[in-house]
């Protein structure tokens, strides 16, 4: 059983950064693709960025030049640089662990809250 422990959420001023990680125990970390999903306040949760096994990375439109993807496989952790954060970035941020299967795992969330 896979889980999925994200931290590094918090309050922070427009214009700040902050640095998320997810950790995650449990199967085969290195064939899976990560990702950081978000969940505003009463909207759908969608996709901010992922990396895939390869190393490739896809990014939101609305957080391209701002925020960076990475992971280690070795330390089985993924994390979310958010750097020049906005007010519209204040959501629940997920960590999601898909293996190719199709089998994919969340984590609880963190809530990155970002004030004017």
């Known amino acids: 059983q896979v889980q999925l422990v994200e931290s590094g959420g918090g309050l922070v001023q427009a214009g700040g950064s902050l640095r998320l990680s997810c950790a995650a125990s449990?199967?085969?970390?290195?064939?899976?693709?990560m990702g950081w999903y978000r969940q505003p306040p009463g909207k759908q949760r969608l996709l901010v960025a992922r990396?895939?096994?390869?190393?490739?990375?896809t990014y939101a439109d609305s957080v391209k030049g701002r925020f960076t993807i990475s992971r280690d496989n070795a330390k089985r952790t993924a994390a979310l640089q958010m750097n020049s954060l906005q007010t519209e970035d204040t959501a629940v941020y997920y960590c999601?662990?898909?293996?190719?299967?199709?089998?994919?795992?969340w984590g609880k969330g963190t809530l990155v809250t970002v004030s004017s």
């Open positions: 999601n662990l898909k293996f190719p299967n199709g089998i994919e795992y």
């Open positions: 990396i895939t096994s390869a190393q490739t990375t």
């Open positions: 449990g199967g085969i970390f290195s064939i899976a693709t």
